[in-house]
């Protein structure tokens, strides 16, 4: 693919392409995270670009895709410890063809979506927590 992104600029010819492929499947948005780009569909995050590399979420019901067509987890080094995401890398030959992506894709905005309906909602203002302690 193209040259590297470069954070002084727009995501870059890569995460443009990307996004262009995924247009037909669903409006995706790329949004500047930490070292790469995060791809949104509907406010929620399936997939993440580092280094010009494409990884797409991945849940205990589709991780046994990614790892058959031999696709690695996204991980990155904190201190001694070397973490692993719910991401993996997306097959070389999707990224030639838009409706062999959306499809692949389309299994990441469901894991996301998955993940997401699993999560406690976050307190708002018209749905505050109670403090800890006593309630009268």
Do not use: C
């Not at 469901?110 to 309630?135: D, E, F, I, L, S």
């Amino acid at each position: 693919m193209a040259g590297r992104t470069r954070s002084n600029a727009g995501p870059g010819e890569n995460v443009e392409h990307i996004v262009d492929l995924l247009r037909s499947w669903s409006r995706v948005d790329a949004r500047r995270m930490f070292s790469g780009y995060g791809l949104f569909r509907d406010g929620l995050m399936f997939g993440i670009v580092i280094r010009d590399v494409l990884y797409f979420k991945t849940d205990d019901d589709t991780r046994r895709d990614y790892e058959s067509a031999g696709m690695a987890p996204f991980r990155y080094q904190r201190g001694n410890k070397r973490i692993a995401l719910g991401y993996h890398t997306v097959p070389a030959e999707a990224l030639d063809d838009g409706d062999e992506l959306a499809a692949w894709a389309q299994k990441a905005y469901a894991a996301a979506v998955k993940k997401a309906a699993g999560k406690p909602k976050r307190a708002t203002a018209n749905n505050k927590r109670m403090p800890r302690g006593r309630h009268d």
